[in-house]
Structures are given as C-alpha cells and as structure tokens.
C-alpha cells in the first residue's frame, strides 16, 4: 500500500494530492502551462474561464498595470481581462488533454454563461471532456455584458438559479466564486447553496483604480485615453480574502467547503486561508510575479509546518483560527498591556518618538544626547504603533508585554 502524503487532502469528495492549485486566469490559459505548474507540484487548476464561442472576447490593450508601492513591485495586480480568448473547443481539449495526461491532478473548468442555456452549455461540454468540477464565475469585477460577473453575486436570485441550471445539467461537484466587492458575502453563498453548489470559492478580484497619470489624467492600465474601475489582486487584497473565506467559514446555516483566494505567495500565506477555513487554495499573481516555481517553497513550507505542529494530515489545519476570530465586542478589555522597548539595539532614528507624538499616547520622550526614546509605562497606551515604524525589526526591538493597569486617559489640553 503506498504511504498517503501528509499534503493530501479531500474537497468535495476529490482527492488533491496537495491543497494548492492555479486560480483562474492567464496561469491557467492553456494545457502545455498546466502541465508545467503540475510538473512544478500544483495540486489542481481552476482552469482560465470559458465562454461559448458566440460571445467575442477582444481585450482592451494593454489589459493590466502593476501598482508598485515604493520600490515593492507588484504589491497589487489590476486588470481589465475578461473570459479566455482562446476558442471553446481548444480550451475543452487541453482540458481533455490535461487529465489524459495529469490523471492524479486537479482540473477544473470555470465557467461563464450569459444566460441559462450557456451556462447549461458550458457545463455538460466541460464534463464531457473529463474535468473533476467546475467552478462558476459569478464574480469578475468588469464584464461588459450586462447580468454578468460580479453583478450575478450581486442578484441572488440569478446565482439560484444559474447554480441550479449547472447542477440540473451535470454530476461532477460545482463551486460558486463570489466576488468581495458587495457587503455580505453571505448573502450570495446562501444562494448558491440552494441551487446546488457543494463548495463556495473566494474572492475574485477587487473592484480598484490604482492611479492616475499626472501628465494625462488617465487611469491604469492607460487604454488608449481612457482607464476603468476593475479587478485588484495580489498581496494588497490577502487582508479581504481572508476576511471573506473567515465569515463564510464562520455560518454554520451554509457549511460548504471552501477554496480560498487572494493575494498568496508563501507557505505561511495557504496556512492562514487553511486555517481560516479554506480547504484548498488558488493563486494568480504570486504566479504573475515569480512564476509556478513558487509552489516548490509552498509544499516544503507547508510540510515543515505540519512537522513543528505535529499535524500528520493537512485536513487538520483548516478552519483552526476560526473560533478565535470574533467581533470586536468579545474582547477581554480587562487585560492591558504596553510597548517594551530593547534599548540596547536601538539605532536611534527618533521614528518611535514622532508616531507616539503624532498618533499615539505621546508616552515617549526624546533624549537628544543620548539619541533614544524614554518610555513612561504609565502613559502608554498599548497600540504597538511604533513597532510598526522601527526598522530593527528582526527580531523586534520593541515588543509587547501585559500588565497590570488600566488603560490610561489623555487629560484635556487645558483645565
Ligand atoms: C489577469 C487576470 C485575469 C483573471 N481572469 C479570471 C478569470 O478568467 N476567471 C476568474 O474566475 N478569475 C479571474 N481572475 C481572478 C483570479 O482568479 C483571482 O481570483 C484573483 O486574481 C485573486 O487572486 P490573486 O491575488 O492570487 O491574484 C483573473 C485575475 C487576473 C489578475
């Protein structure tokens, strides 16, 4: 019997034989990449998304732009692209092609109706050719057809029912990608559910402008003149998409399996969508930045992790967090703490002393002969602003320690 690998893991009654795969987008435009992520060690593909060849995918250029914070690049991904422009038959023959060839990895379709018998379509045609599931995109931010995309999550009465003209139309397991940029991403899960869908995906990308030109007053990507509102990924947008995959993982009323999206990069980034509650993980720009090599550092990361843990089966990673992530109402306010500071590694750059001055309790003094800040404990207030400033930060100059006070009050300028 060949030994079971700690990586593996069940979703949706598949087995992975590890949680990570390529999300839906140019990573995953075609069968000879596909082949090459799974040479690499992907798990699966959420394959780039489909349409019937009636619908004509002509791409504005140029259809990203990369938002660059200081000297980081690609902190963020923006994007114009819609469904694949590849046609329909090529895109279900690499499909084909993928799982003649990959039998023990993932695939699976995306799909994007613009009506009923499109979706139905879609569907039947991309079982046929032997994918293990579909995932329906009812989340990309900037469809130019109206009813689509995003907008679908948006009508929950049309996530009901495209979900359930897929379910009626097929057996594999079909998995609803919502999108992030509507208020409760609840509300179209619940839908989903009701029209059949065995496994929730989120999020897509984020509805974002990420500049402007100062010279032509356009927004990128600059098409010629003029920019638009669209889809934000990458490491900017992990914050929401674990946001999202935690309240999804947190309603008991809808108790789907997850797959979780947005801004992963490392090992340490698939371990915290695990233990938000995601059961399986995708990636776009990671890939866009560094290319599918990433996964060789996920996988050994992920397996380190586990050996420190002492956990033999990467099942047991997910949802862990999620019983402590609560409302800011069920904070134990009873327990205080303030900054400490190693004084000894100090480099004296006065960062700490101007952020307690300008946005914190003004609890630091500065000594100007000496170059370092004096703490008075009494007057902290436990924010932790100025370890975010310190540049010696590994390890931390300053840390965190409880203690027995009460918070403290900033008195009035005047008495
Ligand atoms: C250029 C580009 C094209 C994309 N195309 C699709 C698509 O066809 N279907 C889809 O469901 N999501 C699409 N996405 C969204 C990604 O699958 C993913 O949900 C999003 O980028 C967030 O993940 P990331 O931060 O790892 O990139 C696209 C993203 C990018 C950047």
């Known amino acids: 019997m060949t030994k079971r690998s700690p990586l593996s893991i069940e979703f949706c009654g598949i087995a992975f034989e590890n949680p990570v795969m390529l999300s839906s987008s140019p990573v995953s435009n075609t069968a000879e990449m596909v082949g090459r992520a799974f040479d690499a060690g992907f798990g699966g593909v959420v394959y780039k998304s489909i349409g019937v060849d009636s619908v004509e995918s002509i791409h504005p250029s140029p259809r990203m732009a990369s938002y660059d914070y200081h000297d980081s690049q690609l902190t963020g991904l923006q994007n114009v692209e819609q469904l694949s422009d590849r046609p329909f038959k090529d895109n279900l023959a690499d499909m084909k092609f993928l799982k003649r060839h990959w039998p023990g990895k993932v695939v699976i379709a995306s799909l994007m109706g613009f009506s009923a018998d499109q979706w139905r379509e879609l569907a039947v045609a991309s079982e046929d050719a032997g994918v293990d599931m579909l995932e329906l995109n009812f989340s990309c ?3 130019t057809v109206e009813g689509s995309g995003m907008e679908v999550s948006r009508v929950h009465t049309l996530v009901e029912q495209f979900t359930a003209t897929v379910r009626e139309a097929v057996k594999i397991p079909i998995m609803a990608k919502l999108t992030p940029n509507i208020t409760d991403i609840n509300e179209p899960a619940g839908y989903a559910k009701r029209g059949g869908a065995d496994a929730i995906s989120a999020v897509n990308t984020v509805a974002g402008l990420i500049g402007i030109d100062l010279d032509g007053f356009v927004p990128r990507p600059n098409v ?56 399986t993980v995708q990636i776009t720009t990671g890939v866009i930045h560094y290319g599918y090599r990433i996964v060789e550092d996920i996988l050994e990361g992920m397996t380190y992790f586990m050996k420190d843990h002492g956990l033999d089966s990467a099942g047991d990673i997910v949802g862990k967090a999620v019983p402590n992530i609560v409302g800011t109402d069920a904070f134990d306010l009873s327990r205080q703490g303030v900054s400490v500071y190693d004084l000894d590694r100090c480099i004296g750059c006065g960062q700490c002393y101007i952020v307690c001055q300008d946005a914190a309790g003004q609890c630091l003094t500065w000594d100007g002969q000496n170059r370092r800040p004096v703490m008075d404990e009494a007057k902290c207030l436990g924010c932790m602003i100025c370890s975010f400033v310190c540049p010696v930060a590994n390890p931390p100059l300053i840390t965190y320690k409880e203690i027995k006070a009460k918070p403290r009050i900033i008195p009035p300028v005047s008495k």
């Not at 669209?230 to 999804?248: D, E, M, W």
Request: hydrophobic share 40%; with cysteine; charged share 10%.
């Open 224 to 279: 010629f003149g003029k920019g638009a509102a669209a889809g934000y990924s990458g490491p900017a947008i992990k914050p929401i998409g674990l946001r999202c995959v935690s309240q999804l993982a947190q309603n008991n009323d809808l108790g789907l399996p997850l797959s979780g999206i947005g801004g992963i990069e490392t090992w340490v980034d698939v371990i915290e969508y695990m233990l938000c509650g995601a059961t």
């Open 141 to 143: 931010p900037h469809m």
